[in-house]
């Protein structure tokens, strides 16, 4: 079943995705991708009457991360006077997750706190194992090489393993605390689930506390063992470990300063907040051991709706890399380009998706026609930019350990751009077949990134060849897709020309360079891009207005897109910062945006200020908690499909860089002048 | 098209609901001799629809409020007595499970909808087919609606030892799912009920294995609840099999503990 978390956790090993009121969605060990251990796992109180699910719809919640920090609080509010406050967090090393309940009520309960979950072990319902431990007051539930474990202090006093999903149903662990008291069935196998239950007894205006551990380890010895020795550590020192661990990481970022944010209210607070924000998930979104990332934590994993979005992607990947790069962490970007040089395929190209581990993903891309070569080409184009930050020795042992790459890679590039424009293939968005705009302009930034690359490497013949044909490209795009309305068409399908608005031609400037604002022809066409994508692509919603991926999407609803919104506002910061002071000579046919009456610095500001609206449309669609989704709900303005999504987390990080720095010049113009 | 429904609006203690079937000659003014005679004995109409059997006979199905005095087979009698009429066929609700005043349809305190049978089989096949656990998955589909049936029931009426099977067989005739005929001791919550026309295993085709995993959960969840003690009812003989009729059997769900019996099924299966 689809289900959106609100919130999520982790350390290397562990990930954990959260509803908003604190119901587990997703507890990923020990990868991103793999194994989804947790199909349901819920508190409740049974208040001497009736069953109270915590995830149902007559509480209400407000849930929010303790601050530069991924550790949760959650508070729940019940009609009938009961309040429970949620804190979880994992431990920085340990894969185990600690849930502090503390449950106060108006009124006086004599009743049970229960914690049902219902595992699957293994991403599998069958063959499962589980018991109870009652020497050890511990709850585990193990297939194969996976074990997951309970513990809590204090201990429960009631438990029951019984089946999920069968015709006995009366040892089923959710219907056994309907009756406010369990069975204490101590083991089980199948499909099973399980429920560790305490005495609630509440005077009004009193509290209990509970705390609960989910721990994940590849033997039963392991798991007893960091159970017992985390259970042994005060939460408070954990606590402190825990926002310690967080604070330090995001302490080596590259420091905002957003001078001169004057006129929009906490706005930049609200920056400084989003970017340690977009920095945290991105941190739980990679995967330690190999370097790579999932789009999104997965939450369509049977694909009812979706291709699902817990895979890594060169594409995405290669945009988050380089936005960790930018802000301080540059370690991303060596993690990856080692993953990649290992997941390569014999062609030179890479595929449209993998597990985290490297291998192939399942796919719809699975031959030429069908494959995306902007993959490849964001690829190379991100190594480069990677080796133009190095320094020294380390400049020289990358392009040593990457060149083949770089080489195998430019040449299929080459091969399937012997026309100029690339071969047909599948486009970004995964829809269509032909020929693209955004495509070419990848396939230009890596065969110019892979030019660069081989002249460094003192191969000036294959540097030539490869800048050559990146310049044939961008030609034949410039030729073939430009329009005289003043966009790039989306690209060329079924043989015929589409001039379908698509908000991907912006990678025509960001981030693949393939046109400049240096040349003045180029700079109009930014502009015209620009004007065009935002008349034809907006959707109104939350006070302002989000950008679609293209006319007439029906992917979702054809909602807006953080991406998109987010791409737009980054053409229009990246232009401000791009725009030559001097007043050029105008095509006198042409008419240009922003520049008719307007001067640099009116021109700059326009830029800056809608991309600032941007900006903040895509954090007022965020969760509560400040994740930023794939898509903004175009009728409810609510955040929607992948949350988080690392492609909008890194789109926000770059956004906020170039915010930075346009605020920074400024401050230093007025200090100058 | 709705048919076949009962039509009131509440529970009430110094009437009943009648149901009769009239066999009439499709002569001129021969309906409204029927309708005239109905009134003129104080049954009052709530519901009825019309059938034509032949060119010459049609079926009059009518839902009557009679005053609890009244004997339902005399009064079938006088009907049957009519010119015009060759048959009648009548039986009662007691409990008044079904009702619509207006839209949308009120099945036990609660909304409901008309389907046809295939349709909710078809919904079970596919679970079958594709699901795993999908017998448990009925089961436990059916028992939460035998819950919420018995919660119904005890919040409306005073469900006891001698009217909680036959409630239960009025629901399952009201709603079209069966005819029950229910044997339970109350006392070791053991027996059997035998569905006959069981609306799953009517239409499910032939089958290897019983097919009514969710009446099972149902009949389950009922008595359940009625009897505030976990009940298993399991399907030991089902029509889709070939069996004349599909029987459940009754029997107090072995209690949990440490006890390993229905880990591997025992004798619960």
């Known amino acids: 079943m689809i289900r959106q978390p609100n919130v999520i956790l982790g350390n290397d090993e562990l990930l954990v995705t959260m509803g908003r009121k604190g119901e587990i969605l997703g507890y990923f060990y020990p990868r991103r991708d793999h194994a989804q251990h947790v199909e349901e796992s819920v508190a409740c109180i049974h208040t001497g009457e009736k069953l109270l699910w915590t995830s149902d719809n007559e509480w209400q919640s407000i849930q929010n991360y303790i601050e530069d920090t991924n550790i949760v609080s959650t508070k729940l509010y019940h009609d009938s006077g009961i309040r429970i406050s949620i804190l979880d967090l994992v431990h920085p090393i340990v894969p185990v997750l600690i849930r502090r309940f503390k449950i106060q009520s108006q009124k ?36 194969q090489n996976y074990h997951i474990g309970i513990y809590s202090i204090p201990d429960y006093t009631e438990w029951q393993i019984g089946k999920a999903m069968d015709t006995i149903w009366w040892t089923n662990s959710k219907y056994d605390m309907e009756d406010g008291k369990l069975q204490r069935n101590k083991e089980d196998i199948g499909n099973i689930n399980n429920a560790a239950g305490w005495d609630l007894e509440l005077e009004a205006g009193g509290t209990n506390e509970f705390i609960i551990f989910i721990g994940a380890a590849s033997s039963r010895r392991l798991l007893y063992k960091r159970m017992q020795e985390i259970s042994k550590l005060p939460l408070e020192y954990i606590f402190e470990k825990t926002r310690e661990h967080w604070v330090m990481w995001l302490s080596r970022k590259q ?26 998930v991105l941190y739980l979104l990679n995967d330690r051991e190999y370097g790579s990332f999932v789009a999104a934590p997965e939450f369509d994993s049977n694909f009812e709706k979706c291709g699902g979005y817990g895979f890594c992607w060169n594409r995405d990947t290669s945009e988050v890399v380089l936005a960790l790069k930018h802000s301080g962490y540059p370690e991303y970007c060596e993690m990856f380009f080692k993953w990649c040089i290992q997941t390569q395929l014999s062609d030179g190209s890479w595929f449209q998706r993998y597990w985290l581990n490297g291998d192939v993903a399942p796919s719809w891309g699975n031959f030429d ?6 993959e490849t080409g964001a690829t190379l184009y991100a190594m480069d930019v990677y080796y133009r930050i190095l320094e020294g020795l380390k400049k020289a042992e990358f392009l040593e350990e990457v060149w083949v790459s770089i080489l195998r890679g430019a040449e299929y590039l080459m091969k399937r751009t012997r026309s100029g424009i690339h071969e047909s293939c599948m486009d970004l968005w995964e829809t269509y077949y032909g020929v693209f705009t955004y495509t070419n302009a990848s396939i230009y930034a890596g065969l110019m990134g892979a030019s660069h690359l081989a002249e460094e490497n003192g191969e000036a013949g294959m540097a030539r060849r490869w800048k050559k044909r990146a310049e044939f490209v961008k030609q034949a795009t410039i030729d073939r897709l430009w329009l005289q309305e003043g966009y790039f068409a989306k690209g060329v399908i079924n043989g015929k020309l589409d001039k379908t608005v698509d908000a991907s031609i912006l990678g025509t400037y960001v981030p693949f360079r393939m046109i400049s604002p240096k040349d003045p022809i180029e700079k109009d066409m930014i502009q015209f891009m620009i004007e065009n994508i935002k008349k034809k692509l907006s959707v109104p919603i939350n006070l302002s207005y989000g950008i679609k991926r293209y006319e007439n999407d029906s992917y979702i609803n054809g909602n807006p897109w953080v991406v998109t919104t987010l791409w737009l506002s980054e053409a229009m910061l990246s232009l401000a910062l791009d725009l030559p002071s001097e007043k050029t000579t105008l095509d006198p046919s042409y008419e240009i945006p922003y520049e008719k009456e307007e001067g640099y610095d009116e021109t700059v500001k326009k830029l800056t200020d809608e991309g600032i609206q941007c900006i903040k449309w895509a954090l007022a669609g965020a969760t509560s908690t400040g994740l930023l989704p794939e898509q903004v709900d175009q009728s409810t303005g609510k955040p929607a499909w992948a949350i988080p999504l690392g492609w909008s987390g890194s789109l926000m990080i770059d956004n906020i860089l170039l915010l930075d720095k346009i605020c920074r010049r400024k401050a230093g113009n007025s200090k100058e002048s | 098209m709705v048919r076949d429904l009962f039509m009131f609006a509440g529970f009430n203690e110094s009437s009943q609901i009648v149901w009769f079937k009239i066999i009439y000659s499709k002569e001129p003014g021969s309906l409204s001799s029927v309708i005239d005679f109905l009134e003129k004995e104080n049954a009052f109409i709530m519901f009825g629809h019309l059938d034509n059997i032949t060119q010459k006979t049609g079926e009059y199905s009518v839902f009557t409020e009679l005053n609890k005095d009244v004997d339902p087979g005399d009064f079938a009698q006088k009907i049957k007595e009519l010119a015009v009429v060759s048959e009648v066929d009548y039986g009662i609700s007691k409990y008044g499970m079904v009702y619509s005043m207006d839209f949308p349809l009120n099945v036990i305190g609660v909304r409901g909808v008309a389907a046809r049978a295939l349709t909710i089989v078809d919904i079970i096949k596919t679970f079958n087919q594709n699901a795993p656990h999908a017998e448990g998955l009925l089961t436990i589909s059916g028992l939460k609606g035998g819950i919420h049936a018995a919660k119904y029931f005890k919040s409306i009426l005073n469900l006891n030892d001698s009217n909680f099977a036959s409630v239960l067989a009025e629901l399952y005739r009201g709603v079209g799912w069966g005819i029950l005929e229910i044997d339970c001791n109350p006392e070791t919550y053991e027996g059997k009920v035998i569905v006959k026309d069981s609306f799953i295993a009517d239409v499910y085709g032939g089958a290897d294995q019983p097919v009514c995993a969710f009446m099972s959960g149902y009949i389950a969840g009922y008595l359940t609840e009625y009897f505030g003690k976990n009940i298993s009812v399991r399907e030991v003989s089902c029509k889709a099999t070939g069996k004349k009729v599909c029987e459940h059997i009754i029997s107090p769900a072995p209690s949990g503990g440490t006890s390993q019996e229905y880990q591997f099924r025992g004798e619960t299966r």
């Open chain 1, 255 to 280: 420091v905002l300063k957003m001078p001169g944010l004057e006129g929009h209210d906490n706005l930049r607070q609200e920056l400084f907040t989003a970017y340690n924000r977009a920095l945290l």
């Open chain 1, 369 to 374: 026609y069908s494959t995306q070569i902007d």
């Open chain 1, 108 to 143: 006086k309960i004599s009743g049970k706190f229960f914690y049902y979950s219902n595992f699957n072990v293994g991403e599998t319902s069958k063959k499962n194992s589980g018991f109870c431990d009652t020497d050890t007051r511990l709850l585990v539930q193990y297939w």
